[in-house]
Structure formats: structure tokens, C-alpha cells
T-cell receptor, first 115, second 111 residues
Framework: DTEVTQTPKHLVMGMTNKKSLKCEQH?????MYWYKQKAKKPPELMFV???????INESVPSRFSPECPNSSLLNLHLHALQPEDSALYLC??????????????FGPGTRLTVT | GDSVTQMEGPVTLSEEAFLTINCTYT??????LFWYVQYPGEGLQLLLK?????DKGSNKGFEATYRKETTSFHLEKGSVQVSDSAVYFC??????????FGAGTRLTVKP
């Protein structure tokens, strides 16, 4: 099973709302990632978790708050977002990080619209 | 830092045409190289990979060879189908960078 699942598939939220994106993998991977992808652009790395600990935060605004409750789950908590945060949010996982050897497996993404 | 450069798109081909999408990279170490494909409204799917020089990755009729001497990893397919229409991303990964993506190349295949 090489599947990464993400919920919800679509999300519309106002600028004062609080919502969460969820990601799950059951491949035994120890690294999990959040990316943001704008239309016609490559994914931009936001956060990396390695063995459930945050290892990389690519200077992401604090209105995005990641959480890794266990090795299979990754959440992204959203609060007070701006319209420019509207994008496709992708979750990915890999066997490990920091070696350059392992491919990442991506989920289908959550299409977020901030109104 | 490490980077990936892909040929500018979009690319439009007729069905059964030969496809080449160029990809070159800059890296200080010995990266692994990947091609990912993204179909409309979906996430990225790994298409193929190569982890060392002269390795050839292949999948679903697509091929790419890791050329250290030219720092390239060009994607090729002998006969494209309408179902191959998608955006293709070249990427590299090394000990310092988990994944660096190229800008992406949009391919449209017409019947």
C-alpha cells in the first residue's frame, strides 16, 4: 500500500475561521511533509517532520500550525488565513529524511479557498 | 544551492509522437533524481527515479537516464497517448535537501 490520504478534499473558509487539514499514511514512513502549491507552480515545502518531531519550518507564517500526533498522522491547523493562502495543500511521506535516497509519496491534496 | 531546470512548456504533441522533456540539475553532492507527474486536480505521483550515475529509471513506457557528465535527467517516451496529458516535474534529493522541484512542464497530447 503506497497510499497517502488527505481530508477534506475541498475546504472553503473565512478569514476568521479555524480549520484543520488531515493526512494519514500506513507505510511505516518516518518522515512527513506539508507543501503548498499555487496554480501552475511546483510544490513549495512548508514543514518537515522526522520521527514525529518538527525538523524543518520553511519560514511559514504562524497562522499555519503543524502537528504530528503519531507516526501515521499529520495535521495542519489553520487560523486567520488570508485570501493569498488559497492553494492546493499537499501532504507527502517518505521512509526517512536527510539521506537523499528516498522518494516521497504524495496525497491527493486539499484544495483550500479563503474568502 | 541545489536546483533543477526544466524545459519551458507547454508542450503539445499528437498521439503516438515521441516525447522528450529536458531536465538539468545543479548539485554539490550526489543527488537522487526523480520525475513526478501531476494529473489535473490530483497530487503528484512518482513516475520514475534514479539514484546514481548511469542508472536508468523506467515506468509506463517513460524512461530517463542519470547523466552525471551532462548533469541531466531527460524524460522520454516513444509514443505518447492522450492519457499522458499532465504536468511533469523533475526533482532532485540529496543529503541536504529532501526534494527540489523544477518549474514543471505541461504536456498536452491531442488525438
Amino acid at each position: 500500500d503506497t497510499e497517502v490520504t488527505q481530508t477534506p478534499k475541498h475546504l472553503v473558509m473565512g478569514m476568521t475561521n479555524k480549520k484543520s487539514l488531515k493526512c494519514e499514511q500506513h507505510m511505516g514512513h518516518r518522515a512527513m511533509y506539508w507543501y503548498k502549491q499555487k496554480a501552475k507552480k511546483p510544490p513549495e515545502l512548508m514543514f518537515v517532520y522526522s520521527y514525529e518531531k518538527l525538523s524543518i519550518n520553511e519560514s511559514v507564517p504562524s497562522r499555519f500550525s503543524p502537528e504530528c500526533p503519531n507516526s501515521s498522522l499529520l495535521n495542519l491547523h489553520l487560523h486567520a488565513l488570508q485570501p493569498e493562502d488559497s492553494a492546493l495543500y499537499l501532504c507527502a511521506s517518505s521512509q526517512a529524511t536527510g539521506t537523499g535516497l528516498y522518494e516521497q509519496y504524495f496525497g491527493p491534496g486539499t484544495r483550500l479557498t479563503v474568502t | 544551492g541545489d536546483s533543477v531546470t526544466q524545459m519551458e512548456g507547454p508542450v503539445t504533441l499528437s498521439e503516438e509522437a515521441f516525447l522528450t522533456i529536458n531536465c538539468t540539475y545543479t548539485a554539490t553532492g550526489y543527488p537522487s533524481l526523480f520525475w513526478y507527474v501531476q494529473y489535473p486536480g490530483e497530487g503528484l505521483q512518482l513516475l520514475l527515479k534514479a539514484t546514481k550515475a548511469d542508472d536508468k529509471g523506467s515506468n509506463k513506457g517513460f524512461e530517463a537516464t542519470y547523466r552525471k557528465e551532462t548533469t541531466s535527467f531527460h524524460l522520454e517516451k516513444g509514443s505518447v497517448q492522450v492519457s499522458d496529458s499532465a504536468v511533469y516535474f523533475c526533482a532532485l534529493s540529496d543529503i541536504d535537501n529532501d526534494m527540489r522541484f523544477g518549474a514543471g512542464t505541461r504536456l498536452t497530447v491531442k488525438p
